[in-house]
């Protein structure tokens, strides 16, 4: 009888090791194959349930606000003129002040012009008897464009990447006289991985913007490139795609319906090339656009990667702006001639310019009328049939009371008009715990009002959930996905980055990653590290807004990604 007991031990012993060598087997082999993230996103909503359970959320009463149906005025919301700093100041009272690109005005392989311009106020350079000199101030292209259209302000001289915002200043009736198409030379390009770009030359017989576009529109090639609104080289590569589908009409059906389809491809417009060039890294991207001078002077780009021109050239052209008097014409004059001094332009060549003279451009000048028509076409198309569905989460705790509170519902106040009424927009505040002040709801006009209401409403008190804020927001459009599953899904966290309540980052960084929802991050005084941090997740940008910028800081945001 023991021997009989014994064998039935042994038996049923390995019978449950064969049980549960057959378990595991079934369930290693199962997720053979799968990565981490599609494994972890079985169980997500799980995940994202607990975590709300665990979350106090209330929901506000909706208060509607009055709101502004003026159109959007680009000069209202930019700040200061000093917000933008002087690279290089005047040396004399007979002076021009010239708005440069940052490419060329800002420091290190950045700083060429600031040279030339200091060693110009050192000449002991003359015009009608009297000392002359220039004053620099670093300013990107675009955002000069806005100063200088809106009236806003308007300096003396004119020096952006190219010759595309020279001609947008003088479609708005600014008077605008070319002193030189030429200070230094640079021209834009796509960066790809040779990989990729070996790849696509088998196929196609040369990489250029046709074909490119060509590879986007067949889902060949993931490609970001940068607003059209801010970045030079954002805008010319909009204009060439569009004459790659109608060279006779950039605005035409057939142009509009090629950029759609191509469109639909892209999976990253970034607000900056600093967000383009780290979601590069990731690997997310076979390729994205860059201006030469950066492409040069990058190190881990030269292995790796292939530079393709495209467009018109970056050459930095020189303009005059409005009546000026014939001193301070001769001045600009001057200054265009001692640039092209051979000593000044080995120093540009030395910091990245001039690598690529045997470019030609494949684009004929495009009149400021049209180049701003296409930047409302794109703002109309670039999200295709693909309507957004964003929740706003807004920090209101104790540090955020007074200014840093105040900018952000100005921010948001002046922001709100670049939202589209094709999309759905909700909104949620925290402090200790969650209000949902706005369901996601399509941005109609009564919508609107209630989104206003419900920023005019926020008062601020008690500590800082951030994480719990964004769970909620999680959590919203999830449920909205289930119900119209076509929708884009964004976050916008407006916080000045301090948490000490609730969730953790580590409590909710894999539900981020799961969910794939870029969360875009507005600073306020912030500790901006503790933002970008959130952001990086899904390579969306994190602003650092102090209480001079935020404002127009936001609204090109919501402009390029609503």
Sequence with gaps: MASKGKAFLT?????????????????????????????????????????????????????????????????DSLPDISKFPISVNNTTDSFVEIFSSTEKSGTGADGWLNEVAEDFNSANVTVNGKAVSVKIRNI????????????????????????????????????????????????????????????????YGALNV?????????????MGYTDPFASSTGINFLVTALKTFDSSNLLGDKAVQGFEKFQANVPFTASTTLQMREAANTGMLDAFVLEYQIYANSQDLK??????????????????LGDLPQEKME??????????????????????FNGLDDYRAELDVVDGNTLSAAQKLWKEKKDGNKPIAAVFVADVSGSMAGEPLNRLKESLLTGQK??????????????DDVTINLPIGKYDTNHQSMFVGAINSLQASGGTATFDGIVVAVKMLQDELAANPDVKPLIFVLSDGETNEGHSLKDIRGLIETYKIPIYTIGYNANIKALESISSINEAASINADTDDVVYKISNLLNVQM
């Design 11 to 75: 038996l049923t012993i390995i019978a449950v090791v064969v049980f549960a060598l057959i378990y595991f087997g079934i369930n290693l082999t199962s997720n053979l194959g799968k990565s981490q993230t599609q494994i972890s996103s079985e169980d997500a909503n799980k995940r994202l349930e607990k975590l709300y359970k665990d979350i106090r959320v209330t929901s506000a009463e909706a208060i509607k606000g009055q709101i502004d149906l003026d159109p959007v005025s680009v000069g």
């Design 140 to 203: 990107a292209s675009g955002t000069a464009t806005d100063y200088i259209r809106s009236g806003k302000y308007i300096p003396d001289a004119f020096t952006p990447s190219n010759e595309l915002w020279g001609e947008m200043v003088k479609a708005q009736g600014i008077k605008t006289q070319l002193i030189s198409d030429r200070l230094a030379g640079n021209v834009a390009g796509i960066v790809s991985s040779k990989a990729k770009y070996d790849e696509l030359v088998d196929k």
């Design 210 to 222: 046709k074909t490119i576009t060509e590879a986007i529109a067949d889902n060949e090639l993931s």
């Design 303 to 320: 292995g790796g990667y292939v530079f393709t021109p495209f467009g018109v050239r970056h050459d930095s052209p020189l303009y005059a």
């Design 331 to 352: 001045i600009i004059k001057r200054f265009a001639e001692f640039t092209q001094q051979d000593k000044y332009q080995s120093l540009a060549k030395k910091k990245g």
């Design 418 to 431: 670049y939202l589209g009424r094709n999309n759905s927009i909700g909104f949620v505040s925290y402090s």
